[in-house]
Nanobody, 127 residues
Framework: QVQLVESGGGSVQAGGSLRLSCAAS????????MGWFRQAPGKEREFVAG????????YYADSVKGRFTISRDNAKNTVFLQMNSLKAEDTAVYYC????????????????????WGQGTQVTVSS
C-alpha cells in the first residue's frame, strides 16, 4: 500500500531553519504531484507548498513564499521542504500528500485534491 513518511521536524528558535523530508513507497512517485500541508492546534489543515510530477511547476502559500522551498528527487522517491527564517506562527504538524498528476502542469493546492497522506511531523518554533 502507499506509504508517505515524513521526517525532519523538531524544535527551533525563530529565525532558524529546518528541512523536512517525505519518503514515498507503494506508488510510482514520478507520476504524482506532492504537497506539504500544516495544521496548527485548533486550526484547519492548510496548504503550504506543492510541486507537480516533474518538478517543473511549484506553488507556495503566500505565508511561506520567499522562506520555504519545495523540491523533489524522483530517483529517491522523496520530496523535501526547506524552511528558512522560521516564525512562531509556522508551528504546526506538517503533512506531506500525494496525488496522481502525470503529464499535468497543475499543482494541487486544496487538501481534498490529494489522495494519500503521511502521519505528519511536528515543527515547533519558539520566539
Amino acid at each position: 500500500q502507499v506509504q508517505l513518511v515524513e521526517s525532519g521536524g523538531g524544535s527551533v528558535q525563530a529565525g532558524g531553519s529546518l528541512r523536512l523530508s517525505c519518503a514515498a513507497s507503494g506508488l510510482t512517485f514520478s507520476w504524482h504531484a506532492m504537497g506539504w500541508f500544516r495544521q496548527a492546534p485548533g486550526k484547519e489543515r492548510e496548504f503550504v507548498a506543492g510541486i507537480n510530477w516533474s518538478g517543473a511547476r511549484i506553488y507556495y502559500a503566500d505565508s511561506v513564499k520567499g522562506r520555504f522551498t519545495i523540491s523533489r528527487d524522483n530517483a529517491k522517491n522523496t520530496v523535501f521542504l526547506q524552511m528558512n527564517s522560521l516564525k512562531a506562527e509556522d508551528t504546526a504538524v506538517y503533512y506531506c500528500a500525494a496525488v496522481y498528476n502525470s503529464g499535468s502542469a497543475y499543482v494541487p493546492s486544496v487538501k481534498g485534491e490529494y489522495d494519500y497522506w503521511g502521519q505528519g511531523t511536528q515543527v515547533t518554533v519558539s520566539s
